[in-house]
Nanobody, 126 residues
Framework: QAQLVESGGGLVQAGGSLRLSCAAS????????MAWFRQAPGKERESVAT????????AYIDSVKGRFTISRDNAKNTVYLQMNMLKPEDTAVYYC???????????????????WGQGTQVTVSS
C-alpha cells in the first residue's frame, strides 16, 4: 500500500529554518509530480510548492518565493521542503502529495493529487 510520511516539523522562532521531508513507501513516485500543501487553523488548504518528476521544474506560491525550496531525491523516494526566513503566518500543518499522472507537468492545484501524507505541524513564534 502506497504511503507518504512527512517529518521535520516543529516549533521555530520567526526568521528560523526548518527542512521537511516526505518519504514514500509501498511504491515509487519517481515518475510523479509532487507537491507540498499547508492548512492553517480555520483556513482552507493551500498549495505551497510543486516539483516535476525529474526535479527540473518547480513552482511556488508568491508568499514563499525566495524563502522556500522544494527538491527531491528519486533514489531515496523522498521529497523535501527547505523553509528559510520563516514567518508566523507560515504556521500550519504541512502535507505532501503525489499526483496521479506519470510524467506530468507541475501544478499547484490540489485536483489530481491522489496520495496524501498525514501532515506535520510547523509552528513559527513571533
Amino acid at each position: 500500500q502506497a504511503q507518504l510520511v512527512e517529518s521535520g516539523g516543529g516549533l521555530v522562532q520567526a526568521g528560523g529554518s526548518l527542512r521537511l521531508s516526505c518519504a514514500a513507501s509501498g511504491r515509487t513516485f519517481s515518475t510523479r509530480t509532487m507537491a507540498w500543501f499547508r492548512q492553517a487553523p480555520g483556513k482552507e488548504r493551500e498549495s505551497v510548492a510543486t516539483i516535476n518528476w525529474s526535479g527540473s521544474s518547480t513552482a511556488y506560491i508568491d508568499s514563499v518565493k525566495g524563502r522556500f525550496t522544494i527538491s527531491r531525491d528519486n533514489a531515496k523516494n523522498t521529497v523535501y521542503l527547505q523553509m528559510n526566513m520563516l514567518k508566523p503566518e507560515d504556521t500550519a500543518v504541512y502535507y505532501c502529495a503525489a499526483h496521479t499522472t506519470d510524467w506530468g507537468p507541475i501544478t499547484l492545484t490540489p485536483r489530481g493529487y491522489a496520495y496524501w501524507g498525514q501532515g506535520t505541524q510547523v509552528t513559527v513564534s513571533s
